[in-house]
């Protein structure tokens, strides 16, 4: 790993990085879930090493790996991810979201397969915890990013997430477009932070979006905090 020392900006600071999908159970062999890939979330783990930090990644299921010097810590449901964050939440500087939360789970979960009996079957479902909104609402030394995936009214909706979630900072995700994003290996965000830092980051590599994305949180921070 090549360490670039007079760019580091985050020596020693504690950073928690969350990506990949989530997965909720609908009996023992099915779940619900989505695309995430988890590339975003990795690049944006290792992006943040790269700058000095001592960092964690939090991660659904994906089949990616990671350098060896990030602490990976492996979670399935919505739940156990909220759990393993807070765990280690007072201890961070630093928290990012880059993690595809589904935002609903089966409200009963089968025990046995379930058997296909009937036409049609209807799968009752609730809504997950937020996690970020609550990371928000319990934040008090930490900085806090999160991710909008919007196929939608982009600015407009993840500037209503930047406020409502209590963020720091939010990345904006054009996810109608199929060549980036979602389970892509490249991206395109636009960043926004609360102190009115505003950045478009075109197309490129996720790995090069994740040390822009690890550039200007690392200035903003610094302004806030040095
Ligand atoms: N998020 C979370 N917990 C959830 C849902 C989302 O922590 N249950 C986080 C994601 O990790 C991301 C941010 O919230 O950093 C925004 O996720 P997104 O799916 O864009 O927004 P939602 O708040 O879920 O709203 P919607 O899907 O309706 O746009
Ligand atoms: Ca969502």
Redesign the pocket.
């Known amino acids: 790993q090549q360490h670039e020392d007079s760019q580091q900006q985050l020596i020693g600071k504690n950073v928690l990085v969350?990506a990949g999908p989530t997965q909720e159970a609908i009996d023992p062999v099915r779940y619900f879930s989505n695309y995430s890939s988890g590339k975003m979330g990795f690049a944006i783990a290792e992006a943040a090493y790269q700058q000095g930090a001592n960092v964690t990644l939090v991660t659904g299921p994906s089949s990616l790996s990671v350098i060896n010097q990030v602490e990976r810590v492996d979670v399935t449901t919505?739940e156990e991810m909220y759990q393993e964050i807070m765990k280690r939440y007072d201890q961070v500087d630093i928290v990012i979201?880059a993690?595809a939360?589904a935002?609903y789970r089966p409200k009963k979960v089968y025990d046995q397969k379930m058997k296909k009996q009937t036409e049609s079957v209807t799968i009752e479902l609730e809504k997950?915890?937020?996690?970020?909104r609550t990371l928000g609402e319990e934040k008090r030394h930490q900085y806090l990013v999160?991710?909008?995936?919007e196929s939608q009214n982009v600015r407009q909706?993840g500037e209503k997430?930047l406020y409502h979630?209590h963020l720091d900072a939010i990345v904006m995700n054009d996810i109608s477009r199929d060549d980036i994003g979602f389970d892509a290996d490249d991206n395109e965000v636009v960043f926004l932070s609360k102190s009115g830092k505003q950045k478009s980051i075109e197309q490129s590599s996720k790995p090069t979006i994740a040390k822009h994305i690890l550039d200007l949180i690392a200035r903003d921070w610094k302004d806030i905090y040095e």
């Open positions: 969350s919505t979201k993690a939360v935002d997950t915890r937020d996690i970020l999160g991710f909008a995936a909706n997430k979630k």
